[in-house]
């Protein structure tokens, strides 16, 4: 079993502050992708990285895929109360059909 | 647009009975699976479908039965429900998920295993 692990687990930041979501494994990916879920609903594609050393902008996030393609991190600058949610790393290709899904990092941005 | 709709939202179970949760998607998409999200622990893979016919474990599969008999539907069994099994289901399909396709969620149902 691949194991993706997620850090931290939880982070309760002010509005304006700057974040990092850190996703790290041993196995390689041919594919990493990050999710966000809202409280009763299905977790939601942010982005898919595919190239090690990848980098791809989505307005104020900004994510990473490692040059192994072992890791990924997830950058969230001036964090805003919309951004709160629970962020999950996703890990594909090592096994057909078998993402492999991080523990998830619950994000509180207060106003 | 539909996308991934799954039944129920909510159900409670006494332990020993049985159900199914349906999950039926309307984008053409080879690829479904189910997963179960607890605290802490991530979203963990039952069980997964790469066409209409064909179904494979995932890393949970155990207390679980699938069956893909058409491309729209994949219903997950429970056949004898147990506490343990009490969490947050969630299906899922995609066009190509090992090439970085996304996978498109289901709204999740909230099961109770009392």
């Known amino acids: 079993t691949q194991l993706l692990e997620q850090s931290p687990q939880f982070l309760s930041i002010q509005e304006g502050e700057n974040l990092t979501v850190y996703c790290n494994s041993s196995?390689?990916?041919?594919?990493l992708q990050w999710y966000r879920q809202e409280p009763g609903e299905g977790p939601v594609l942010l982005v898919t990285?595919?190239?090690?050393?990848e980098v791809k902008k989505l307005k104020r996030l900004t994510f990473q895929f490692g040059d192994a393609r072992k890791d990924s991190s997830l950058h969230i600058t001036a964090a805003q109360p919309g951004d709160t949610g629970l962020y999950l790393c996703?890990?594909?290709?090592?096994?057909?059909?078998?993402?492999?899904f991080g523990q998830g990092t619950i994000l509180t941005v207060h106003p | 647009n539909a996308g991934v709709t799954q039944t129920p939202k909510f159900q409670v179970l006494k332990t020993g009975q049985s159900m199914t949760l349906q999950c039926a998607q309307d984008?053409?998409?080879?690829?479904m699976s189910w997963y179960r999200q607890d605290p802490g622990m991530g979203l963990r893979l039952i069980h997964y479908s790469v066409g209409a016919g064909i179904t494979d474990q995932g890393e949970v599969p155990n207390g679980y039965n699938v069956s893909r008999s058409t491309t729209e539907d994949f219903p997950l069994r429970l056949l004898s429900a147990a506490p343990s099994q009490t969490s947050v289901y969630f299906c899922?399909?995609?066009?190509?998920?090992?090439?970085?396709?996304?996978?498109?969620f289901g709204n999740g149902t909230r099961l109770t295993v009392t």
């Open positions: 899922a399909s995609s066009y190509e998920p090992d090439l970085g396709s996304p996978l498109h």
């Open positions: 196995s390689v990916f041919s594919s």
């Open positions: 990285v595919v190239t090690g050393g």
């Open positions: 984008m053409n998409h080879e690829y």
């Open positions: 996703a890990g594909g290709g090592t096994s057909y059909g078998k993402l492999t």
